[in-house]
């Protein structure tokens, strides 16, 4: 059995990964919202599926990518977004706005119960009211403002995206749209005339001019709410555009564009639920797209491929079974469990490693970004190294290094994923692929051997004032481990630091100007450098080194997140408030450990005097003086 | 006596205390920006000897810390003597003698760059040109002589001396100035809108009308002090021509005469001529396709330079500036509704410093990391033989 463990238990997530990865089978009478969903638009500066505005839309309003009804009926984002988009008065009824805070609330009179989500209708009464409290709070800063501000804030910004989106491809409420636009695009010649004749002082047909007027002012307040552009350029350079904006265009043209006639159809069919005739119309919008946008529709197919196979979720679930198998390893048949775990890590990493490139492929950027895409480079970085430990020493400590924190990495990015589009465009002085790939790329690998430096210390501190199995062998190898890796994160956070410095100075015209960012990357720097000369001095030796790297921990969180959170100088975000709580918390329980690991060592459960532990018959007995003060 | 001080300057527990000093006033220096602005904390924590208490001056103040200055003085100290000490010319060795002159010519470099950087910054509308750039804090008070039709004389007196002086008397000018008030940071209204009580600190020009009210320093990123002074002109054979308000919020300069030649008077912001001019061609702002987020600026602008013959055209955009006779010129921001470009200016004749140390650097840990790995896994091969 324990020979087939490894086999199996890979075996066994290789089916689940693999499970997942099937694509679903549309039912024949159902509408194809997968082929829908494909489809490109674009939004936020960026041509995205349908799927992606779906998900991003829906996460940003309801906190999650998947909607749950009364009844347990489930929705997912797709299929939310196209109630939107053609239903709007079903849409209003589902409770998919998030509220929890009880100012809020009691804004409209209402109490605060178990209930988190409301529906649009609910809020109609009182839009006014939110959209004046909005903008009061919009005036502050966002480090500034109550948490009721903050709040109602959001709720307002949540139900204009909303609004928005109802009248991205269709006025909201609109039927029959697509005999409305055969109307209009029939109407234009006669307004057209009737147009220039009364320029020239002629008798003109006032019902012909005016019929065409009072649609013409429908789709310029189309244009002015849109919040997809999802009408593609006719010409090869040309631009993107609303659906209202295009129609206004086709008063100039006297064609209406064939994409914009097609969501209509699209529209009316999905009303009338001729689930036959909407999924003909997706075909035809496929094709066309295929045939005029190629590269778009590539692109888009992929992305949708990459929202469905989730592919973080999953090797954070493969992450954890590892950590847990690693440990476990610890307590008896380590070897099956070894390896098993260092199969489930290859496997995780591999679809972590998937998740990368398939992000650098839609954004055709470096792989750290964002605050999001850092935290998944963190992990996959710290995780590469781990495992060359784990190869190394083959003790399951590198093993379950690389699952605690490729798990808690991955679960940072999902939560910092809640803002909207992680595969965001950059900013203008972002905008350079050199600097993204060796600045940040080289900061961000320093923090990921921080914190792997940190994890191999807790380790060191916690089995061996908990438990009895920290013997002299394995007290060595973590040591050896957290030294060196300390010493590739000097390497890695120096070079990195001033790489970021150069950039500045061609940036901006100086190379260090103290901005918090810059402080924390320099604190970083400066403890990695305190550490390697207190060692070589004699003033610490393994347990102070174990200490001081947990102590890393502390500096790298702080210049990785905290300094966003001051509200000044150029990293400063917003939405970092809610993160503060946490680590708060994080900083704590590692002060904490800290001093627990400087109780005197004779206190330690595996360096008490004369304890030899049965469980590890072939490890030597250790003597109190060898871990060294 | 002589042997302790070497081994105290020499001593790695040195080192440490300093490192640690310099985390301790980094994290301090950084959450004191919050309230105090970037400016105001790099001036107290990072570019002082030492932080004092209390911050404005009560009459009294002590050091509370070591400031950044007197750290990396004490840091290059100790890192040269104690090279100077130990130094010993071996393979070995050659990874900690790369890093560590590498951090040398870091900290020199920084140092220089502290003391003889310039940074100024040139706004430019379209089509306009300018030869000068100008301070983004320094105020200066121009006295000029524009009597003649094809010069002016130009006396620029700095806001420091003006703080500090009571009277400033200079050969080029037929009066002297004296100080009657200097505000740092002020407020200014009109009579007709002040409060009751409120008298105007000057008795001639539009300042008369003025009432003027002291403010505390500002502190935001994108805020500036608005500077004011009510100066005395005293004519050099007596009498006096009454005294004026100047003022970075009054946008025209003064004018009167003295000794039959014309003058004007304003405080503006400190210039730096140049002996070349820059103008405007044209400012873009490229923004993503539906959105506001800024994709990329740039600032089309001619280069005239008659002493060397140089008449050409330049862009200046995000990561690539202009760099010519010893200043660089980048694309630091613009006026909200695109109808100028703002050009920052930097003349930091160090800059070379840190690249040449980060390659020095990253060379020497790479040596000494490498060393150690090597090391590391012939031990392990021959373990596990």
Known sequence: MKRFLPGLVLLFAVSWIGANWLPHKVAKDDVDLTKFGKIPVLVGGRVKPLDTVARNSLLIVHGKQELRLEGGRRLSAMQWLTDVLFNASAADQYPVFLVQNAEVLGLFGWEQSDRKYFSFIEFSPFLKQIDEQGAQSEKLESVQRSAYQNAILNLRNALSLYQRLKNSVQPEGAENFASELEAFENSIPAAGRAASQRAAGEDFDRAKLDDVVVLIQRYERLSEMAYILAVPPLEPNGQWHSVGDSLLRSVGTGEIHPVVKQYALLGDAYRAGDHSMFNQHVNLMTAWFTKEHPNAAKRTSFEFLFNRLQPFSQSMALYVLAFLLACFSWLGWNRALNRSAFYLLLLALAIHTFGLVSRMYLQERPPVTNLYSSAIFIGWGAVIVALILERIFRDGIGAACAGAIGFITLIIAHHLAGSGDTLEMLQAVLDTNIWLATHVVAITTGYSAMFLAGMLALIYVIRGVFTRSLTKGTADSLARMTYGVVCFATLFSFVGTVLGGIWADQSWGRFWGWDPKENGAVLIVLWCAIILHARWGGFIRQRGLMIMAIFGNVVTSFSWFGVNMLGVGLHSYGFMQKAFPWLVGFIISQLALMAIASMPLERWRSFRTGSVSPRHPREQKLEPTVAGA | ?385
């Open chain 2, 1 to 385: 006596m002589w042997h302790r001080l070497v081994d105290l300057f020499t001593s790695l527990k040195l080192t440490i205390i300093c490192l640690a000093a310099a985390m301790v006033l980094i994290f301090a220096g950084t959450l004191a920006q919050v309230h105090l602005g970037i400016h105001e904390a790099q001036q107290r924590y990072f570019q002082s000897l030492f932080v004092w208490w209390p911050p404005e001056s009560r009459g009294f103040k002590i050091p509370v810390f070591p400031g950044g200055h007197l750290i990396g003085a004490v840091l290059l100290v100790n890192l040269i003597a104690a090279h100077l000490k130990r130094f010993r010319l071996a393979w070995r060795k050659l990874g900690i003698h790369l890093t560590h002159a590498g951090l040398i010519i870091m900290l020199a470099g920084g140092l220089f760059t502290d003391l003889f950087a310039v940074e100024s910054h040139m706004q430019l509308a379209g089509g306009e040109t300018k030869n000068y750039s100008e301070d983004g804090r320094g105020m200066e008070l121009a006295v000029i002589d524009v009597t003649g039709s094809d010069l002016d004389q130009v006396t620029a007196i700095p806001d420091t001396v003006l703080r500090h002086d009571r009277t400033i008397d200079y050969w080029s000018l037929p009066f002297r100035i004296v100080v009657r008030n200097f505000y740092q940071n002020s407020r200014l209204k009109m009579l007709s809108e002040a409060e009751d009580g409120a008298r105007p600190v000057a008795n001639q020009g539009p300042g008369a009308m003025i009432a003027v009210q002291p403010a505390p320093r500002a502190t935001g990123v994108d805020e500036r002090d608005v500077t004011s002074a009510a100066i005395e002109i005293v004519p050099k054979d007596g009498g006096s021509l009454g005294t004026w308000l100047v003022s970075d919020a009054l946008g025209a300069p003064q004018t009167f005469s003295c000794g039959g030649r014309t003058w004007m008077i304003a405080l503006r912001p400190a210039r730096y001529y140049k002996p070349y001019s820059v103008t405007l061609q044209k400012f873009t702002h490229e923004k993503y396709a539906g959105t506001d987020i800024p994709k990329d600026f740039s600032s089309r602008v001619t280069l005239i330079d008659p002493e060397r013959a140089v008449n050409r055209d330049v862009l200046i955009y995000m990561n690539h500036p202009l760099r010519y006779r010893g200043e660089t010129y980048y694309q630091a921001g613009f006026q909200k509704d695109d109808s100028a470009t703002i050009l920052q200016v930097v003349h930091n004749p160090s800059f070379i410093a840190p690249y040449v140390a980060c390659v020095i650097v990253a060379a020497g840990l790479l040596v000494q990391f490498g060393y150690h790995l090597v090391g590391f896994s012939r031990k392990r091969k021959a373990a596990l033989a």
